[in-house]
């Protein structure tokens, strides 16, 4: 997946720069052209000549020493690059990456990219949990920076904790996944999915109703890599704060029951069903003809159960590949696989609403997937969009999309 590809690895000034040696000695070999920018700090762990002899490449270190006249050189390393890596990423240099700052030739060249980054990030364990780092890794990753998650255990500086490089191979891996999601092969190609996206709505009246804070964010990105991924897609979608995907068929419903009509109606021809809505679990009994005056100092609304959308599927599924959602507050294993047993479904992926990364109308979602042996992946915080092509690239694995006729591979 990186044979050909420019990626520019960024190495600032922490023990761990010597990983990054392997790391370029790996994506080299994978036939990346790998070009390397260097801080002052990590040349003081590792020479430039130790780089420049693994890429074949002269190695960059100071903004202002121009090797090429016709180039602005952290400009044309920025236009050139189809991925960026920053391994290792100390506090400092996430902190300028969070801050707009741009004092050197790595963060230089940061500022003026426009391809995917991708930050390994290395340090103390205390460090590594300090409010300021946390937080401007969390701004990086609302902007779309991507994090390989460092590794726990013995540390440089005696301590043992969570702050490790993670290791060239898994830096690498990650590399090429992120290569796969800009360029997702057509693992959906021929099949017709169905996704559920948004709140519904249940009518009190006709200017008021129960619903609940679901945007429509994580269905619509289902939806949108589902298309990319070559699938025949039809989107059923409640209330929603989103603007519509494009190149899916949409079909327009309010409540559960709209929903339920309308998911029925297309699911003896559906080859994978992604349930993604927020579905409410009552209505009002009686919704009023008109609106229901003000009079007492109590209103009681009678509530009945709604039809369990997604129960009703995994009890009609023959060939269908069903994946569901649990949103959650606490004990998120244990619900999501009880969820998953009691609908009968392939998938459950569950995320904890409570999460600021992760609850409604977020840009990013940290999910975790089971299926009936218990986890089956966890993603980090990612933007929804490419943790919703995480899952379908899952789901079209476990569906055997992709496989050689009566193979196993």
């Known amino acids: 997946m990186l044979k050909g590809k420019t990626v520019v690895v960024g190495v600032s000034g922490g023990i761990a720069a010597y990983k990054a040696v392997a790391l370029c000695s790996r994506l080299t070999q994978a036939g990346a052209n790998v070009r390397v920018i260097m801080t002052e700090g990590a040349a003081k762990f590792v020479t430039p000549l130790t ?36 391994a290792p990423a100390t506090a400092n240099v996430i902190a300028k990456m969070a801050h707009g700052l741009a004092d050197d030739m790595l963060t230089t060249t940061l500022l003026a990219a426009t391809c995917p980054i991708v930050v390994a990030p290395a340090m103390n364990v205390h460090m590594y949990e300090h409010p300021a780092v ?81 945007s429509g964010k994580m269905g619509f990105a289902i939806a949108e890599q589902a298309r990319r991924l070559g699938a025949e897609v039809t989107l059923v979608y409640a209330s929603v704060s989103e603007k519509l995907p494009e190149g899916v068929e949409l079909v327009r419903v309010q409540s559960a029951l709209d929903m339920m009509d309308a998911v029925l109606e297309r699911f003896s021809d559906t080859d994978l069903v992604v349930k993604a809505a927020a579905v409410a679990d009552y209505r009002p009994a009686e919704p009023a003809a008109q609106k229901i005056k003000k009079q007492e100092d109590e209103l ?22 069903l994946v569901g959602f649990a949103a959650e507050t606490n004990d998120l294993e244990l619900h999501a696989m009880q969820k998953l047993q009691r609908k009968n479904c392939d998938l459950i992926v569950a995320n904890d609403v409570t999460d ?54």
């Open 51 to 86: 780089f420049q002899s693994i890429t074949r490449h002269a190695v960059y270190t100071d903004t202002f020493d121009e090797q090429d006249a016709s180039v602005i050189a952290h400009i044309d390393l920025a236009d050139r690059a189809d991925l960026i890596v920053v």
């Open 356 to 409: 600021p990364l992760a609850g409604f109308g977020k840009d990013t979602n940290v999910l975790h997937v089971f299926d009936g042996n218990g986890p089956a992946a966890s993603f980090p915080p990612l933007s929804k969009h490419e943790a919703a092509l995480r899952l379908l690239l899952l789901t079209a694995e476990r569906m055997g999309c992709g496989r050689p006729a009566g193979g196993n591979e």
């Open 300 to 321: 009681t609304l009678r509530l009945v159960k709604n039809p369990d959308i997604l129960a009703a599927l995994g009890q009609r599924k023959t060939k269908q590949f």
């Open 134 to 214: 946390v937080e401007n890794m969390n701004t990086l990753r609302l902007r779309g920076i991507r994090f390989v998650e460092p590794g726990t255990g013995q540390l440089a500086c005696g301590y043992v904790g969570k702050g490790r490089l993670a290791e060239p191979e898994q830096i690498a891996a990650y590399l090429e996944q992120l290569v796969m999601e800009n360029e997702p092969p057509k693992l959906l190609a021929g099949k017709r999915v169905l996704i559920t996206a948004g709140g519904t709505v249940e009518r009190i009246d006709p200017v008021r109703y129960i619903t609940n804070d679901s």
